[in-house]
């Protein structure tokens, strides 16, 4: 057994959509369960009062990174035909900035608000009217802004190439790093429910 | 948790949310599903782009071509812009949220807000922010899901230094808007 099955072939471009379809399902189901449909629940993270928007993301990350990782020490995914999102350091971390910033605005992030938006949200139907408007400013300034869009190009270089040690090593660190960070949350969380007045 | 006895007052009791480890391991098994399945990450501001490129394309087709953001798009997918990945992807989220909030009893009309921000200045804040985060996403090359998520699981290093920054602008803007949710 090769994968991904898609890029052995394994099935066409159909059932890939159907996949797209179905993953996008599942997707949406775990965002919604998280409570992640809603922009309180969400925002809450930047006043550390609920830090489910780092426990959910890091426990996913985490998951997926190992994930990947065993399946292909063990030889069953082919990471060369895993999609790595090239790195273009400067604008992604601009964009970066930009997106944490209109997410505290906003309440929500793209995918976050197509739940909201499912489960009645009529800010989160603003909030999508307002990221189809931002692309199309994007899309009209891209002319003039293109050179700065593709600046500092380094190709698909991930963090252990960049570090210049094992990817082992860098999986260890992350879930370490994650394992401490949600130590560190529910600290956080604890301290601020009892300046609170005890209530959790 | 005020947003769950919000909607209690409302009536029908909902269901709490998921324990977030397991949310997050169920969204972590569905994101490496994707990977072995189909050989790439989820995401969710594309699907959006093709949906402004297709617009500029059926209003303004010479418009259009000669700009290489718009032109990605609209070459994209099998055939059809529509035709790709991120577009059924998404629709398939929107279905996905119905039902977890259909079963949990969650689905109800309503601008969320703070106690000390009215309606009108609520919606205005959720476009200004939408549109930041249509401008940052473009710029970034994906968004939470595609860069932060799917690029951080497999270590990309671009996608790491766009989640720091997007914690870093979530935490900078916090105390400027805090009335609208605290």
Redesign the interface.
């Known amino acids: 057994m090769n994968?991904?099955?898609?890029?052995y072939g394994y099935f066409g471009?159909e059932l890939?959509?159907?996949?797209?379809?179905?993953?996008?399902?599942?997707?949406?189901?775990?965002?919604?369960?998280?409570?992640f449909?809603?922009?309180?629940?969400l925002?809450?993270?930047?006043?550390f009062t609920?830090m489910?928007v780092f426990?959910?993301?890091?426990?996913?990350?985490?998951?997926?990174?190992l994930?990947?990782f065993y399946?292909s020490w063990f030889g069953?995914?082919d990471?060369d035909?895993?999609?790595?999102?090239?790195?273009?350091?400067v604008?992604?971390?601009?964009?970066?900035?930009?997106?944490?910033?209109?997410?505290?605005?906003?309440?929500?992030?793209?995918?976050?608000?197509?739940?909201?938006?499912?489960?009645?949200?009529?800010?989160?139907l603003?909030?999508?009217?307002?990221?189809?408007?931002?692309?199309?400013?994007?899309?009209e300034a891209?002319?003039a802004i293109?050179g700065f869009?593709s600046s500092t190009a380094?190709g698909?270089?991930?963090?252990?190439?960049?570090l210049g040690v094992s990817?082992g090593l860098?999986?260890f660190a992350?879930v370490l790093m994650a394992v401490l960070g949600?130590w560190g949350a529910s600290v956080v969380e604890r301290r601020l429910a009892e300046k609170a007045g005890g209530a959790v | 948790m005020t947003s769950v006895e919000e909607y209690a007052a409302g009536g029908r009791q909902p269901a709490p949310f998921m324990n977030p480890y397991l949310a997050g391991i169920g969204l972590g098994l569905v994101l490496l599903t994707a990977f072995v399945a189909v050989g790439r990450g989820l995401g969710a501001s594309g699907a959006f782009s093709t949906l402004v490129a297709s617009c500029v394309n059926a209003l303004a087709p010479a418009h259009a071509e000669g700009n290489t953001f718009y032109e990605g798009y609209l070459h994209n997918g099998f055939g059809h812009p529509f035709k790709s990945f991120l577009v059924f992807e998404v629709a398939g989220v929107l279905i996905g949220g119905f039902l977890s909030g259909a079963l949990a009893g969650r689905l109800k009309k309503v601008v969320e807000r703070g106690p000390r921000i009215g309606v009108g200045g609520r919606l205005g804040l959720a476009f200004l922010g939408g549109a930041l985060m249509g401008v940052g996403a473009k710029l970034a090359r994906g968004c939470t899901s595609g860069q932060a998520l799917s690029g951080g699981a497999v270590l990309a290093l671009g996608s790491w230094a766009f989640m720091i920054m997007v914690f870093v602008g979530g935490y900078a803007m916090a105390y400027f808007v805090r009335r609208q949710w605290r």
């Not at chain 1, 994968?3 to 890029?7: D, G, I, L, S, V």
């Not at chain 1, 399902?25 to 409570?35: N, P, Q, S, T």
């Not at chain 1, 449909?37 to 629940?41: F, I, L, N, V």
């Open positions: 994968a991904p099955f898609y890029k471009d890939y959509l159907i996949a797209a379809f179905a993953i996008g399902i599942a997707f949406g189901f775990f965002l919604e369960r998280a409570g449909g809603s922009a309180k629940k925002t809450a993270q930047f006043y609920d489910a426990k959910v993301m890091f426990s996913a990350i985490v998951t997926a990174m994930g990947v399946l069953v995914v990471l035909l895993v999609f790595v999102n090239p790195t273009y350091l604008p992604q971390m601009t964009g970066g900035l930009l997106l944490g910033m209109g997410f505290i605005i906003g309440g929500y992030c793209p995918g976050t608000s197509l739940v909201a938006l499912s489960t009645g949200k009529v800010d989160a603003v909030f999508l009217a307002g990221i189809v408007a931002g692309i199309f400013v994007f899309g891209y002319p293109e869009a380094l698909t270089v991930t963090l252990h190439e960049a990817m860098v999986v992350v949600f």
